[in-house]
């Protein structure tokens, strides 16, 4: 599921570069302006997808992808309606800043894999975001070239409407705290354990404060410049994995890979390993 959701994500970043043309003509910008849209999307992304993992944490995986993809389709149709090259530059903003793909797939792949053997997930998710960078090539030549400029929109919509379907049907939630909240609610409820609960519950649930708002955005830069070791022993172990290590581009994509993940090695102790479920429990 984390690879077709880096490959709408990429999709949608590659394949504005087949409206340039019919942005420029129709609203009488020059070819570099009508660029702008597509930088402020990749610009806005970057920023994005670091804002929203953090959340993911709080209220897991699932919820807060499921939002990610809801904003980035809606922000599709006033783009697909658009009368004025304004209303392009701010929803391709707004459609970025809803981009959480970028790293809460990899704080999936962290909820699935330990450290030690997270490198070829991590490959395989690379690979996708190379890949959907492709697939909007490809695709949005087609539409260029048979269709009208909003079907540039309208078809990243069409991708990213499947792809949130497939994901709310079928990708269950991965987040070790959440799923020991669901756990000790259901022993619970089922009289097997009364007096066990999950983490979240223990601290009193998701009620945040301004003050923890503020704290939970600036989680992801204190560990993007404290936590080294792990980033830079999975780097090590996922280069050594490709044909030629050596490789500048490899390890420029391994290096930014690791780097978002790390966020989500160290996971709290309260975690699923191997089948087996660990519980806070109140005595």
């Known amino acids: 599921m ?5 490959i709408t994500i990429n999709t949608n970043a590659s394949m504005y570069s087949h409206a340039v043309a019919g942005v420029s003509e129709q609203f009488g910008v020059s070819k570099q302006v009508a660029r702008i849209p597509q930088m402020a999307f990749l610009v806005a992304y970057g920023f994005g997808c670091e804002l929203w993992a953090p959340w993911s944490e709080e209220f897991g995986r699932w919820p807060i992808q499921q939002l990610s993809l809801f904003l980035v389709n ?5 783009c697909g309606l658009s009368k004025n090259y304004a209303t392009y530059v701010v929803f391709r903003i707004f459609g970025g800043l809803s981009t959480a793909g970028g790293s809460v797939t990899l704080g999936v792949l962290a909820d699935m894999w330990t450290p030690d053997e997270q490198e070829y997930a991590v490959a395989f998710l690379v690979l996708s975001s190379v890949g959907g960078s492709v697939v909007g090539a490809i695709l949005g030549a ?5 269709l009208p400029l909003p079907w540039i929109f309208w078809m990243q919509l069409i991708i990213g409407g499947v792809v949130q379907l497939i994901h709310l049907l079928c990708n269950p939630e991965t987040r070790s705290t959440i799923l020991l909240d669901r756990e000790a609610k259901r022993r619970r409820k089922s009289d097997e354990d009364p007096n066990i609960y999950g983490p979240n519950e223990i601290r009193g649930g998701h009620r945040i404060t301004l003050k923890e708002v503020g704290t939970i955005f600036w989680r992801y830069v204190h560990k993007l410049g404290t936590n080294e070791h792990d980033a830079d022993g999975m780097l090590d172990r996922f ?7 050596s490789c500048c581009g490899s390890r420029f994509l391994a290096a930014l890979a690791m780097r978002l993940s790390s966020p989500f090695s160290s996971l709290s102790n309260q975690c699923i390993r191997n089948g087996d479920l660990v519980l806070l429990a109140l005595a």
């Open 2 to 6: 984390v690879f077709f959701i880096q």
């Open 74 to 78: 809606l922000w599709q149709i006033p």
């Open 142 to 146: 087609f539409v260029e070239e048979y």
């Open 239 to 245: 280069t050594c994995s490709l044909p030629s290590p």
